[in-house]
């Protein structure tokens, strides 16, 4: 199965900010929510979503640390597992002899992986590889992130059929629930993080 189904599209975003953290907003649009790297949403871990530098701070020569340009919406894991890994050393070459990184907005970036049936991560070239290891892709949490997002979006198809049974409406109210209190969880959780 494919990776990804969303190419994230970085807007030529040129505003002068202080801090990095203003562009929050842009990233989580052009991402479409969604981390630029495992592809995860960030639906029920909105907290958990950090801005990445593409090419790490230490290695910036002609790039600021608040240009745009560099910046990627990440999940927690990804960026915490990527920090300032970066094996060209260079801020122009963002990688070499199958390892280093592929910008995620480059349509490129979704032919280095794949997904198994359960949702895992599968690499699919020698630099998806490097990555699949720098990236940490084999943590449990992708997989049951995507798994959750598939039967969230199959909860919203059967709500979409007009059947008339009672089991069907029950099971409904049974997801719906779950549903709730699901999001209610994620939404503490980010009340508390704030
Ligand atoms: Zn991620």
């Avoid at 029920?44 to 230490?58: A, G, M, N, T, Y």
């Amino acid at each position: 199965m494919v990776f990804r189904e969303h190419i994230p599209t970085r807007s030529n975003i040129k505003t002068v900010v202080v801090n990095y953290a203003a562009h929050r907003v842009d990233l989580r649009r052009d991402y479409q929510n969604r981390c630029g790297y495992c592809d995860d949403v960030d639906t029920w871990r909105f907290s958990w979503f950090e801005i990445d530098h593409l090419v790490p701070q230490k290695y910036l020569v002609s790039i600021l640390p608040t240009d745009y340009s560099n910046l990627v919406y990440a999940c927690r894991s990804c960026n915490n597992s990527k920090r300032a890994q970066w094996p060209t050393k260079k801020e122009e070459i963002h990688n070499h002899n199958d390892e280093g990184f592929i910008d995620p907005c480059d349509a490129s970036y979704s032919d280095q992986f794949s997904r198994a049936v359960n949702g895992r991560i599968v690499a699919e070239t020698n630099l998806g590889a490097w990555m699949y290891k720098a990236l940490k892709f084999y943590k449990p949490q992708h997989e049951i992130i995507w798994n959750i997002e598939q039967l969230d979006n199959m909860i919203d198809e059967i709500e979409a059929l007009s059947a008339d049974s009672v089991l069907l409406d029950q099971l409904l109210d049974c997801y719906r629930n779950f549903r709730k209190y699901v999001k209610e969880l994620s939404e503490a959780g980010f009340q508390k993080s704030i």
